[in-house]
């Protein structure tokens, strides 16, 4: 049975997209069978592994919108990065906007569509936008793993309390899910154990440590200037710069949480 990995936040700018292009790009070169689906309007993942613009109706709007009516394995678009990749449209609002109309069974809109393709793949990628709302349920329902990326500052812990309770409540209806927060974006003179604790980075970590408890993941991951330049090139960060400590630690994450399950 596939596993499938859906990234989250209710915050912006986290590196939910960075870190799931990443992750699923660094799973595929193991030579699993790899999907990503990207949920965001701002097609952060579908640019980086497709380029180049398409129509809504070829894009994962279509299969949510049901017009025209079409399916996920429809969809489907093979990355010459060696994965296959769901696109995403800047419209995908009109596609929240369906799914709040649907009287029953709105959340299960996405899983019903993944079962339709699930055993041509060993592992899924949800990429889902900052929001929490019926697409990220609809990006929770068929997960197996919740990763939460978030960076040192009280604002995105806030949002990432925010988060894991929504996925705590829904967890009422759906059922337990493994979550997991993600130090994202960390400044690298506190790599590894520095002596930052007497700073404020340094007492947010551990106030993150108390706050997200066993969901904390152990492995951080850098803020480098690695992973902008690899993006605005088309690379991912293994492509651009395979020997740098940021991709060598998304190459320890995807070990950790991801492949070692
Ligand atoms: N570890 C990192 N180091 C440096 N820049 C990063 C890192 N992770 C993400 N970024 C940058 O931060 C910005 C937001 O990341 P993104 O993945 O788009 O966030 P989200 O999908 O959560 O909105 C992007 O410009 C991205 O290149
Ligand atoms: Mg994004």
Known sequence: MSQVIAFTNSKGGTGKSTLCANLAHTVAETGARVLLIDLTPQVTCTSLFLGGDMEAEETIVAALKKKPEKHLEDLVRESDKGLDVVPAHTTMADAVLH??????????????????VRSQYDYIFIDSPGDLN???????????????????????????????????????????????????????RYLPN??????????????????????????????????????????TVGEYRRQSVVAQRIRELAQCEVLGE
């Not at 799914?99 to 339709?116: A, N």
């Not at 108390?210 to 902008?228: H, K, Q």
């Open 194 to 235: 520095g002596s930052w604790h007497n700073s404020h980075a340094g007492r947010l970590y551990h106030q993150a440590q108390e706050t997200f408890n066993g969901s904390l993941c152990a492995i951080a991951i850098p803020d480098s200037s690695d992973v902008r330049t690899a993006f605005d090139r088309g690379q």
């Open 99 to 116: 799914l709040s109309t649907i009287q029953l069974g709105k959340e299960g809109v996405l899983k019903r569509e993944i079962e339709r």
């Open 134 to 188: 019926e697409l990220t349920v609809n990006a929770m329902v068929p997960a197996t793993k919740i990763l939460i990326p978030t960076r040192i500052n009280r604002t995105d812990f806030s949002c990432t309390e925010t988060t894991v309770k929504f996925i705590r409540d829904a967890e009422e209806l759906i059922g337990p899910r493994t979550v997991r927060v993600v130090v994202n974006m960390l400044d690298p």
